[in-house]
């Protein structure tokens, strides 16, 4: 089945500085790549996906890149403020129809104002 | 609004007891699923349900049972055969059944042990 692998697990940034965070995914046939950000006692909400058509795709201040011949996956997030201090997963989901969704263990971002 | 509500929020188990934590959504969505999450680990699917009146094991099925009887609804029991229970469980729904599409999820259930 399919292996998602997340890092870092967890990442400080100065705000107004950008964080990345960076997945590996093993299953090539995977196509649907989102990202949901937890904050506590909550559940995720997803902030942006990509699909893997595409090898990009922005909203503001998020972005997503995608590399298929190396199965990996990027969530960029630029000018970082203190409301973006959460917990970020990423997902990776197989082939076509309502295939489920492989998670990574997470990322613990803060922002230091 | 539409959403997904999952009840109680917090919820305490006996050794021995089930307990069957509440999943509803009126997003009118198809695909209900069930997850656990654990702390520093990344969200394991428990069950999920393409459509009413039929439910597939996810990767940790062992020790959990669900029913679809209605559309909106997909409660969770979690038996006493499950022997480490205690986790925040989420649901989630989404809207179709081919296609990916996103899930949506409730704020979860923080399920101890007494």
């Known amino acids: 089945g399919e292996n998602v692998e997340q890092h870092p697990s967890t990442l400080s940034v100065q705000e107004g500085d950008s964080a990345v965070i960076k997945c590996t995914y093993s299953d090539s046939a995977s196509n649907y790549f989102p990202w949901y950000k937890q904050e506590l006692g909550k559940g995720p909400q997803l902030i942006i996906d990509i699909r893997s058509n595409v090898g990009e795709k922005k909203d503001q201040r998020i972005a997503v890149t995608l590399n298929k011949t190396a199965k990996h996956f990027s969530l960029h997030i630029t000018e970082t403020q203190p409301e973006d201090s959460a917990v970020y997963f990423c997902a990776a989901s197989g082939q076509g129809g309502n295939e489920k969704l492989t998670f990574g263990t997470g990322t613990r971002l803060t922002i230091i104002p | 609004d539409g959403g997904i509500t999952q009840s109680p929020k917090y919820l305490f188990r006996k050794e021995g007891q089930n307990v069957t934590l509440s999943c509803e959504q009126n997003?009118?969505?198809?695909?209900m699923y069930w997850y656990r999450q654990d702390p520093g680990q990344g969200l394991r699917l428990i069950y999920y349900s393409q459509i009413v009146n039929d439910f597939q094991k996810g990767d940790i099925a062992e020790g959990y049972s669900v029913s679809r009887e209605k559309k909106e609804s997909f409660p969770l029991t979690v038996t006493s055969a499950q022997k480490n229970p205690t986790a925040f469980y989420l649901c989630a729904s989404n809207p179709q059944v081919a296609g990916n599409q996103p899930q949506h999820f409730g704020d979860g259930t923080r399920l101890s042990i007494l």
């Open positions: 997003l009118n969505h198809d695909a």
